[in-house]
């Protein structure tokens, strides 16, 4: 079935580096990838979403390309903030208008100052 | 304001207890989610409803059932609560593009 592995549980960080968090996929639909942002005590909240092969998407300093050769949907961000601080998750869906939809582990993202 | 309500945002209850939970939408998405947050935090889908039409129903034991009377709400009731019951259970609804937005959630605490 379908699935999303997100490798890293925890990164840390010292405010004002970059960071990459990492997302592979196995689906044997048109993929269409998520990420999604969860501050301490709030609901998820989409950070970006693509579908498009080789098309970076950005959103708020941060992007992420889809790969389809290589299945994967990396989150990236040129210098994090104490504010970027949360969890986040991958996520996938079976193409465009499809209803199921799976999550990756997450990846708690800690900045420091 | 539009958005993903749910009550109650926390409920404690007792082994073998029935508890319902409520969600409503007021985005006018046709397409609704029930998923599982537990305590490390993984994110699973219990079920989705489209335009009041179950769609997806992952395995999830049987006392748990979904009810919807119109596409903007979703409830789900846990007949006979077990302590692994214990979790964030977060609704959710899709946009035509594809983007959930999701309810603040309801924390059950089964002793």
């Known amino acids: 079935g379908d699935s999303v592995t997100q490798t890293e549980g925890l990164v840390t960080l010292t405010k004002g580096l970059p960071v990459m968090l990492n997302c592979t996929y196995q689906?044997?639909?048109?993929?269409?990838l998520f990420w999604y942002v969860q501050h301490l005590n709030e609901a998820p909240k989409l950070l970006l979403k693509?579908?498009?092969?080789?098309k970076r998407t950005e959103h708020q300093g941060f992007y992420a390309t889809l790969h389809k050769s290589s299945s994967s949907f990396h989150l990236q961000k040129s210098s994090v903030q104490l504010s970027d601080s949360a969890l986040y998750f991958c996520?996938?869906?079976?193409?465009?208008?499809?209803?199921?939809?799976?999550f990756g582990s997450g990846t708690r993202l800690l900045v420091s100052p | 304001e539009t958005a993903v309500f749910q009550t109650p945002n926390y409920h404690v209850t007792q082994v073998g207890n029935e508890v319902s939970f409520n969600c409503k939408q007021t985005?006018?998405?046709?397409?609704m989610y029930w998923y599982k947050q537990d305590s490390k935090k993984l994110l699973k889908i219990m079920f989705s409803?489209?335009?009041?039409?179950?769609?997806v129903n992952e395995t999830v034991p049987r006392r748990f059932s979904p009810q919807s009377s119109d596409k903007a709400h979703l409830n789900l009731r846990i007949k006979s609560v077990e302590p692994e019951d214990s979790a964030v259970y977060l609704c959710?609804?899709?946009?035509?593009?594809?983007?959930?937005?999701f309810g603040p959630g309801t924390r059950l605490l089964v002793l």
């Open positions: 959710a609804s899709r946009s035509g593009g594809d983007t959930q937005y």
């Open positions: 689906t044997t639909y048109s993929p269409f």
């Open positions: 693509s579908s498009t092969d080789n």
């Open positions: 996520a996938l869906s079976d193409g465009a208008g499809g209803y199921k939809v799976v």
């Open positions: 985005l006018g998405h046709d397409t």
């Open positions: 409803y489209n335009n009041k039409q179950l769609i």
